[in-house]
């Protein structure tokens, strides 16, 4: 069972929609759709409360919905060469096997050409949609936020430099995961 988040729009009104956030939608369903997929058959049939409070649907959910993301970004700005996901608070070390508290931004690394203040105005636009829509997930971890995506754009110049977030792109022990490459 999926659910549903559609938002009704009265058919004279045409001046609220928003085309980002009217794709938002389709794309965090989507996302739930592809993650539920990949559970066990045993799991898939929970509802999405108990799902979200799993450490593995989220993770898949967040993968999924961070590569539906990247898809808009890529299409929009063709300076964009790759879009990596990564978890700031990973460590590789880590032999625990304990998890850390569940983070539910989605904390991408986009390689660009040049950053530019229309990538900047398109991820802000893309995160307030989310912001509108992930509300309605039946989770607490999205009741209270104001900002999911934190997208950080890097150049080939601070890769080559090590520049912040930037080295992550070239590190062994924990390298972020690549989820989109311009061809």
């Not at 898949?60 to 970004?73: P, V």
């Not at 880590?94 to 398109?122: I, K």
Request: aromatic share 6%; proline share 5%; net charge negative.
């Amino acid at each position: 069972m999926v659910t549903t988040l559609e938002k009704t729009v009265l058919k004279n009104d045409v001046s609220n929609i928003n085309p980002i956030e009217e794709k938002m939608n389709g794309l965090i369903n989507t996302a739930i759709e592809v993650t539920r997929a990949k559970l066990s058959s045993s799991f898939r049939k929970n509802n999405l409360g108990e799902l979200f409070k799993r450490h593995d649907f989220m993770n898949w959910f967040k993968y999924n919905l961070s590569e539906n993301i990247s898809e808009i970004l890529s299409e929009n700005d063709k300076k964009i060469l790759e879009i990596h996901l990564f978890e700031p608070s990973a460590n590789p070390d880590a032999e625990s096997g304990e998890y850390l508290p569940m983070d539910a931004s989605l904390h991408l690394l986009v390689l660009v050409e040049a950053a530019s203040a229309g990538l900047t105005a398109l991820i802000a636009s893309l995160d307030r949609a989310l912001i509108k829509h992930i509300k309605d997930l039946p989770s607490p971890l999205f009741t209270n936020l104001s900002s999911m995506l934190d997208v950080i754009p890097v150049t080939n110049e601070d890769v080559e430099n090590r520049t912040g977030y930037a080295a992550l792109l070239t590190s062994i022990y924990a390298p972020p995961l690549k989820i989109w490459q311009r061809e």
